[in-house]
C-alpha cells in the first residue's frame, strides 16, 4: 500500500474532510473505493494533528523560513483577502443563488459537480426517470450520478433515442477552460458512443438563444473502473452562458448502468477584447465591396479553398471568370471542403453579402451548397470564432441565381469575418456549382 499521500489529499485531512479526501485520493490515482478508504483511514488519526505529511523542523534555518513564509502569506491575505473569501467554499451558504459547489474545485462554474446534494441543480430533459442520485456504500455523504435507460421496443431506423440531463452555467470573463468528468460503466457496453458529456455555447444567461456546438467528452468502451476525461475549451465567441449535457444512447447502452462525477468547467485564461478604435485602419467606405478578386477575372487569388476547386475561364455574369466547386462522391450523400475569403472589419458593425452562383449542368447527380458568414475576435481571423447564423442556400435550378444576406450585424467584439462557400451532394456521383460577383460590404446603420 503507497502510504505516501499527495498534498491535496493531506489537505483534505488536515480539515478533517475524510470524505473528500476518499475521493480526491481516487480522482488522482484512479484506484478502487475499497482501497482509497483504507489509505486514507490509515493517515486520518495522525492527520488531526497540526503537521500531517510535513517533515518535523530539524533546524534552526527551517524554522526561520517557516516563519517568513507564514508573514508572506499573512500579508498576502491582507492584500487580496476579499478574493479569496469569494472563492472559500465555507463562506458561501447552500442556500444562495450560486451554490458553495459552485467553487469547490478550484473555480468550478458547475453547480453540484459531484452529485453530493443529489441531482440539485440539474435538470431533465429527456427521461427524467432515468437520472438517479447513487450512494456509495461506506462513505458518508458520498454520491454520484447513475443513467439507466432502456432501448425502445420498436426504434425507428436513424432516429436517435436519448436521455439527457441538463445544467446551464454562467461563464463570467474565462475564455479557455478545463472540460472534465469521471466516468465509470457497471457493465460492458456494446457501444463507445453510449454516453457522454456535451458542451454548448450560448449566447444568453439562459441557454435559450443561439447555441452553438463547443465539445464533448466521450469514455473509452474498454475500459474497467472510472476513468477520467478532461479537454481544453475555447469559449465561443460572445458566449454568456455553456449548456452541460449529460445524455445516454438508448439503443447503445442498452441497459448497462452508467455512473458521473466530478464533472468540472474551470476557467484556465483571462483575455482583454480587442478595442475597436484601433480598427479604423480597416474601415472602408459604405458599399465598398471589403473582399479582394471578387469576380475571379484571371485566377483564384487571394481566396482559400480545398477539395477540387478551379478556375474556369468560360463562365461568368458580367465577365467571363469564375470559382468552379466540385464534389465527388461514391459512397451517397456526401458533403465537405471550404471555398472562403477573410476581412478586417474595421469600425462598421452592419454588412451585407451574398454572390451569384450557377449549377453545373455537366453535374450526374443533384447537390447543392451553402453561403455562410463567421466572426472572428482577432484580425485575420484569428481567436474564438461564432457563426453568423445567417446564411443562403445554392438551389439544383438551372442558370446563374442570386443569394445572399441582406443584412447582419457583426457582434460587439468582432474584428474579423470569414465569407465562405461550402459544398454537397445527394448522392453518389459528381456535383459542381460555379461563383461569381461575391460581395460583402458595409451599410448604413
Not at 500531517?52 to 487580496?80: D, H, K, M, P, W
Amino acid at each position: 500500500m503507497d502510504t505516501e499521500l499527495e498534498e491535496s489529499v493531506l489537505e483534505e485531512l488536515r480539515k478533517g474532510r475524510r470524505v473528500h479526501a476518499i475521493k480526491e485520493l481516487r480522482r488522482l490515482r484512479g484506484i478502487g473505493l475499497k482501497e482509497a478508504k483504507e489509505i486514507v483511514n490509515a493517515h486520518y488519526a495522525d492527520a488531526q494533528g497540526p503537521m500531517v505529511g510535513v517533515t518535523e523542523v530539524r533546524s534552526n534555518s527551517r524554522l526561520v523560513l517557516f516563519v517568513l513564509f507564514g508573514i508572506a502569506v499573512f500579508f498576502v491575505y491582507l492584500a487580496y483577502g476579499d478574493y479569496f473569501r469569494s472563492l472559500s467554499t465555507d463562506s458561501i451558504a447552500p442556500a444562495e443563488s450560486e451554490s458553495r459547489l459552485a467553487f469547490a474545485s478550484k473555480g468550478n462554474l458547475i453547480n453540484n459537480y459531484d452529485f453530493d446534494h443529489g441531482l440539485s441543480a440539474w435538470i431533465p430533459k429527456y427521461d427524467t426517470d432515468a437520472f438517479s442520485h447513487v450512494t456509495e456504500d461506506s462513505v458518508e455523504q458520498n454520491g454520484v450520478l447513475q443513467v439507466v435507460t432502456s432501448p425502445p421496443l420498436n426504434p425507428v431506423k436513424n432516429r436517435i433515442y436519448s436521455a439527457a440531463l441538463n445544467q446551464c452555467v454562467k461563464l463570467r470573463d474565462g475564455i479557455e477552460y478545463r472540460f472534465a468528468a469521471s466516468f465509470k460503466a457497471v457493465g460492458d457496453y456494446l457501444s463507445k458512443h453510449a454516453n457522454r458529456v456535451n458542451l454548448i455555447w450560448y449566447q444568453s444567461d439562459d441557454c435559450t438563444t443561439k447555441g452553438q456546438f463547443g465539445e464533448y467528452l466521450e469514455p473509452v468502451d474498454d475500459r474497467y473502473g472510472w476513468q477520467r476525461m478532461e479537454r481544453k475549451v475555447t469559449r465561443s465567441l460572445n458566449a454568456k452562458a455553456a449548456l452541460i449535457e449529460i445524455s445516454q444512447n438508448k439503443v447503445s447502452a442498452n441497459n448497462v448502468p452508467a455512473l458521473w462525477d466530478a464533472i468540472e468547467l474551470v476557467p484556465l485564461s483571462f483575455k482583454k477584447q480587442v478595442s475597436l478604435k484601433s480598427m479604423n485602419q480597416y474601415t472602408l467606405p459604405i458599399g465598398t465591396n471589403y473582399l479582394k478578386n471578387s469576380t475571379f477575372s484571371e485566377d483564384l487569388e487571394h481566396w482559400r479553398h480545398s477539395g477540387d476547386t478551379t478556375w474556369a475561364s468560360d463562365e461568368g455574369v458580367d465577365a467571363l471568370g469564375a470559382a468552379r466547386l466540385a464534389i465527388f462522391s461514391d459512397k451517397g450523400g456526401y458533403g465537405a471542403h471550404n471555398f472562403s475569403q477573410c476581412v478586417n472589419l474595421g469600425s462598421p458593425r452592419v454588412f451585407a453579402f451574398g454572390a451569384h452562383v450557377k449549377v453545373d449542368p455537366t453535374s450526374t447527380y443533384e447537390g447543392g451548397g451553402i453561403l455562410r458568414l463567421s466572426w472572428y475576435e482577432g484580425l485575420k481571423c484569428k481567436g474564438r470564432s461564432q457563426s453568423g447564423f445567417k446564411q443562403d442556400r445554392v438551389e439544383y435550378v438551372q442558370g446563374w441565381q442570386s443569394i445572399g444576406v441582406d443584412q447582419v450585424v457583426a457582434p460587439e467584439n468582432a474584428v474579423s469575418a470569414r465569407v465562405s462557400f461550402t459544398r454537397g451532394i445527394n448522392d453518389s456521383g459528381n456535383f459542381a456549382y460555379f461563383v461569381d460577383d461575391v460581395f460583402f460590404v458595409a451599410i448604413p446603420e
